[in-house]
């Protein structure tokens, strides 16, 4: 009778791990060169599969622009028009499979 309540919390804990999406991985992979920005900069997603990467940048508790890529397979590297925000600090939070992967600030100057 002990074990019951001992194999209800692992299955338990099994049930909600195993909902979770899986994102390692793509923490290392991608960046943003440079990370003080006039006009521009590039994004780089240096991991194999396609996907599609979501980032949105916002500026305290607001969103300024949210943009949708197809990553293609292999690295890819994109140069970003960025001179539509105004100066001050900001920061991208980027998204694949419904899951925030990494967040960069990036500081337009």
């Keep these: 009778m002990k074990k019951l309540p001992i194999l209800l919390a692992f299955l338990f804990v099994s049930l909600i791990y195993g909902q979770q ?26 991991f194999a599969e396609a996907k599609t990467v979501k980032y949105i940048i916002s500026q305290g508790n607001s969103e300024v622009f949210t943009k949708e890529i197809s990553k293609n397979a ?14 001050g600090l900001y920061e991208v939070r980027f998204i694949i499979d419904n ?11």
Excluded: H
Aim: proline fraction near 2%.
């Design 74 to 87: 292999g690295t890819q590297m994109l140069k970003t028009d960025f001179s539509f925000l105004e100066n």
């Design 21 to 46: 999406n899986s994102v390692s991985g793509y923490e290392s992979t991608i960046s943003i060169e440079p990370t003080e920005v006039v006009s521009s900069a590039i994004l780089s997603f240096e």
């Design 99 to 109: 899951a925030e992967v990494k967040t960069i600030l990036l500081n337009k100057i």
